[in-house]
């Protein structure tokens, strides 16, 4: 069965494991008979070695890792330039304004902004990531009278849905939780989905099984990472998840995950993803 086919297979099963809570071993009866069992023992390896290189990954060759390297680091310089809270919130099109106005950043070459352009638009199913994509313009904006700065977090949350739960959160489990990150734009996906495959040699598939690639990630829309005070960056491991705020957000049904245990959406288990 070629990956193609197991995709299909996965996703006319998703119903039936529960792919917004916590995954229905039940289901694993109709899963085995849905998929050939070698298929699906590949693909739960893959997920249970979600940061190590596999076979069929989708890696950049020697030329292409070049134009990922000076297009990542150009966003960084823009990063430096607008500040990481506002860079969080930047359009794809602000990011090419100040690298034209700014000689410290310098104007992206066509040969990035093509590279920006192809990863984009490029199918993610190809790196195994099966999420949907809720932004589906690479020059999606998001406005700044929509959004709520959240103070001593650097981060910005959406007015409505996304803020009114985040209070509701804090109300429940007190100051001990805090906002990680919150809305995310194009460029800032670009950023983190970028620097994850540079720092393993290119490796696009590898990069996605932690981190949507860009258009493919919530946080542009509304959902939120929250995490323990003191944990630090063991916040984004599953660490997490062993710790007294986890279990009080899975009391009081916070838990509704994106990601959750088990899922088969070719991403790592999230339990500080909060589904808005």
Not at 60 to 80: A, F, G, H, I, P
Not at 90 to 105: M, P, Q, V
Request: hydrophobic content about 35%; aromatic content about 12%.
């Amino acid at each position: 069965m070629n990956r193609r086919t197991f995709l299909k297979s996965i996703f006319s099963i998703s119903a039936c494991t529960g792919l917004c809570g916590f995954y229905d071993f039940a289901a694993a009866e109709d899963i085995s008979r849905a998929v050939d069992e070698k298929d699906l023992k590949d693909y739960l390896h893959r997920m249970s070695n979600f940061d190590k290189s596999q076979p069929d990954d989708i890696i950049l060759d020697k030329n292409e890792l070049r134009l990922l390297k000076s297009s990542l680091n150009r966003l960084r310089r823009v990063q430096r330039t607008v500040g990481f809270g506002n860079f969080c919130v930047l359009s794809f099109d602000d990011a090419i304004k100040f690298g034209r106005n700014y000689s410290s950043i310098g104007r992206f070459t066509k040969q990035e902004l093509d590279f920006l352009d192809n990863t984009f638009h490029f199918d993610a199913h190809d790196y195994g990531f099966y999420g949907e994509k809720p932004v589906t313009r690479l020059t999606a904006s998001i406005k700044r009278k929509d959004l709520i700065k959240i103070p001593r977090t650097g981060n910005f949350l959406y007015r409505g849905d996304p803020h009114s739960k985040y209070l509701e959160i804090r109300k429940e489990l007190g100051k001990q939780v805090y906002l990680t990150s919150g809305v995310r734009g194009v460029v800032k996906q670009f950023i983190l989905f970028l620097s994850k495959a540079a720092a393993n040699g290119g490796n696009l598939s590898l990069a996605s099984r932690s981190l949507a690639p860009p258009g493919y990630s919530y946080h542009a829309v509304g959902d939120f990472d929250v995490g323990e005070k003191g944990l630090g960056a063991a916040n984004f491991s599953a660490s997490f998840a062993k710790t007294k705020t986890c279990s009080k957000l899975r009391e009081h049904g916070y838990l509704q995950l994106r990601y959750p245990e088990n899922n088969l959406l070719g991403v790592r288990f999230e339990p500080w993803h909060i589904k808005v």
